[in-house]
């Protein structure tokens, strides 16, 4: 474990908590991609499927707990509970459009052609992607709501700081994962955009408002 | 040995 890593998790931890708190306290899922949500919780399912059968520490199962049950949570929550606030006429983004390059690919590109490793695989490249439903929601609406930049600003972080984290166990644990690292960057620079509107609005206080 | 990098990352 290396500080950009643990950051890294906590800030994820934080997107996931701020998440919950703007749908508990607003009783609202407006402005929220559903199908981002089921998406990150199709990663989740994927990736930790050796959730009992590999303990790495404490700390690495509970936090895969924490992600597994959070992310069912919040798509119950949009889904069900605050229902009548989901927003589906802008939540358009064709799921399948994702999901069928992601198996393809982890099924040509892998490290080894096991189904463990395959579903490992596709969990990495869907959640390079996964964000996308949530981004075109962003861009039909025009708007997001000041919390859901926040959510979104900590999740984007979250895999930045993984990229310094798999720099900093290149050069000091020989250790290189280039699956993970190049749909890393790849997940990373898909919020660009959104990193400099965050940056240049919000943080100055306004709305996170698209140029129309 | 050399533990997996990627299954100790969550």
Redesign the interface.
């Known amino acids: 474990m290396n500080a950009f890593?643990l950051v890294g998790?906590l800030c994820?931890l934080a997107a996931i908590v701020l998440l919950l708190l703007k749908i508990w306290k607003s009783r609202s899922v407006a402005g929220l991609s559903g199908k981002s949500q089921i998406l990150f919780g199709l990663v989740f399912v994927t990736r930790y499927l050796?959730l009992v059968t590999?303990f790495?520490?404490p700390y690495?199962t509970i936090?895969?707990v924490f992600?597994l049950s959070s992310s069912i949570a919040t798509v119950y929550l949009i889904y069900t509970k605050f229902k009548a606030t989901y927003d589906g006429n802008h939540d358009t983004f064709r799921m399948e459009f994702l999901l069928i390059p992601c198996a393809l690919l982890a099924i040509v590109v892998n490290h080894e052609f096991s189904p463990m490793e395959i579903l490992?695989t596709f969990s990495i490249y869907l959640e390079a992607v996964a964000i996308l439903p949530q981004l075109f929601m962003i861009s039909k609406t025009g708007e997001a709501e000041t919390i859901t930049s926040h959510y979104l600003f900590a999740l984007g972080s979250y895999r930045g700081l993984?990229i310094m984290?798999w720099l900093y166990?290149y050069y000091y644990?020989?250790?290189?994962?280039v699956i993970?690292v190049v749909a890393g960057i790849v997940q990373t620079v898909l919020y660009c955009d959104f990193f400099y509107l965050y940056i240049t609005k919000v943080l100055q206080g306004k709305k996170l408002q698209l140029p129309a | 040995e050399?533990k997996d990098?990627?299954?100790?990352?969550?």
Request: no cysteine; charged share 45%.
């Open positions: 890593r998790d994820h050796d590999n790495v520490s690495n936090m895969k992600f490992w993984y984290n166990r644990e020989n250790n290189f994962d993970a | 050399k990098p990627k299954k100790d990352e969550l």
